[in-house]
C-alpha cells in the first residue's frame, strides 16, 4: 500500500490519540507512544491513517501498528457515523466474515478532531480495481480470486442480522422497495439542490430515479441479507488468494441477495472487460459459484436491476463532483452536466431490463 508524510510532518494530535490508545485499547502495556504515521493513499470518504506504535511491557519495548478510520468533514457519503462501523466490525468479528479486529472508538472530537475507529493491522495486498491487471495474482489466476469473494459474499448473506446491532446500524427499515425509494432519495436529492442552486438541469438522473423507484423488486424484509455496497477489488486485504479482511462498509445496507450481485456485474465493475464481471469472473462462472456457495437461486433480472441502480449511485455521485468542479470554475456554469458514459451504459441496462434481454 502507497502512503504519503510520516507522522513528524503530519499535523494531527497524536499525544492525545496514544493517550487515548493507552486507555482504551493497550490497558495492558507500562507505555504507549505514537512514534509513525502514515496515509494511505487512495479513497475518497473516511481518512485512514496507518499509525506505528512504540510500547513498553515488562521492560521490554515493542512495536505495534493500528489503523485509524476517521470521519471526514464533509463528502458524499454523509452523515459517517463511527457508530455503524462499530455495530459491523463487532457482529461480523463473530462470523465467518474476515474482518479487521476491533480494538477502539469514540465520537469524542477532543481525542483526535473527528470521530474515529481503531483497529487492528491486517498484513495484505489491496489493489484498485482500475489497477488490478498488474497484480502478478491476478494475472496467474484471476478466476481464484473471483471464486474468493463470491465464497466471502456467501458467507456475509449467511449473517444474521435479525436480534443484533446491525438492525438499527442498517436502518431505516423496510421492504426491498421502500429502500429503494430511500437510496435514491438520500443520493439524488442532494444533487438536485446543487443543480438547481449552480442553474443546471440533471433530468436524466431524476427520470432515472423515478424508474428505479417504479421497477423495485418486493421483497420483505425478513427477506433481506447485508450487503457490503462497495464490493470490488480496492477493498479486500488479500493473502495470496485469500481475503484477509473486508474494508470500507460506509455503504453498507440491508438487501436483496441479488443487490451485492448487481453490483459485481454493473459495467463500471467490468471496466474494460465487459465479459469479466468484477474484474474477475465470467458471468457463467459467477452464476455456478455463487448458488453453490450460498445455496440460492440466481435471479438474472434481480441483478440486471440493482445494476442500473449501483450505476445510478455512481452517476450521481460523478455528476455531484462535476457540479463541484464547475463551481470552482473549472467546468462552464450553465446547460447540463452529465458523466455521458455512465449514462449511456445506465440507459443499457434499464432497456435491456425492460425488454428482458439478458446483460451478460
Not at 441477495?257 to 472487460?273: N, T
Request: overall charge negative; proline content about 6%; glycine content about 8%.
Amino acid at each position: 500500500m502507497t502512503s504519503s508524510r510520516s507522522a513528524i510532518q503530519i499535523d494531527e494530535p497524536w499525544d492525545s490519540l496514544g493517550e487515548f490508545l493507552h486507555r482504551e485499547a493497550f490497558g495492558e502495556v507500562d507505555a504507549l507512544r505514537v512514534v509513525d504515521a502514515a496515509r494511505p493513499i487512495g479513497g475518497a470518504s473516511w481518512e485512514t491513517f496507518l499509525v506505528d506504535l512504540e510500547v513498553r511491557v515488562e521492560g521490554r519495548m515493542e512495536s505495534r501498528r493500528v489503523a485509524i478510520k476517521r470521519a471526514p468533514a464533509t463528502g458524499p457519503l454523509a452523515p459517517y457515523l463511527v457508530g455503524k462501523d462499530v455495530a459491523i466490525f463487532e457482529t461480523l468479528a463473530k462470523t465467518e466474515v474476515p474482518v479487521p479486529p476491533l480494538l477502539a472508538w469514540t465520537e469524542d472530537p477532543a481525542v483526535f478532531v473527528r470521530p474515529f475507529t481503531a483497529t487492528a493491522f491486517v498484513e495484505g495486498d489491496s489493489h484498485d480495481i482500475t489497477k488490478v491487471e498488474g497484480w502478478s495474482v491476478w494475472q496467474q489466476d484471476r478466476q481464484a480470486l473471483g471464486f474468493e469473494m463470491i465464497d466471502t459474499l456467501a458467507a456475509l448473506q449467511r449473517v444474521q442480522w435479525q436480534g443484533t446491532a446491525l438492525e438499527n446500524a442498517l436502518a431505516p427499515r423496510g421492504s426491498a422497495d421502500e429502500r429503494v425509494a430511500q437510496i435514491v432519495h438520500r443520493y439524488l436529492d442532494p444533487l438536485l439542490e446543487e443543480a438547481r442552486a449552480s442553474g443546471v438541469g440533471v433530468p436524466v438522473w431524476r427520470d432515472m430515479g423515478e424508474w428505479l423507484k417504479q421497477n423495485a423488486p418486493n421483497e420483505p424484509e425478513r427477506d433481506l441479507v447485508v450487503v457490503h455496497g462497495d464490493y470490488r477489488f480496492g477493498n479486500f486485504l488479500w493473502q495470496g488468494e485469500s481475503i484477509a479482511a473486508v474494508l470500507d462498509w460506509e455503504r453498507a445496507m440491508l438487501g436483496p441477495p441479488m443487490q451485492e450481485l448487481g453490483f459485481m456485474c454493473m459495467p463500471l465493475s467490468r471496466r474494460k472487460e465487459p465479459e469479466i464481471m468484477a474484474k474477475a469472473i465470467s458471468f457463467d462462472a459467477l452464476v455456478e459459484r455463487y448458488q453453490r456457495a450460498s445455496g440460492r437461486p440466481v435471479d438474472v433480472a434481480g441483478i440486471q436491476f440493482y445494476a442500473v441502480l449501483w450505476q445510478f449511485i455512481e452517476g450521481v455521485n460523478g455528476t455531484r463532483g462535476l457540479l463541484g468542479s464547475s463551481a470552482k470554475g473549472r467546468v462552464g456554469g450553465g446547460g447540463m452536466i452529465q458523466p455521458n458514459l455512465v449514462t449511456r451504459q445506465t440507459l443499457w441496462l434499464m432497456a435491456d431490463y425492460e425488454a428482458g434481454r439478458p446483460f451478460c
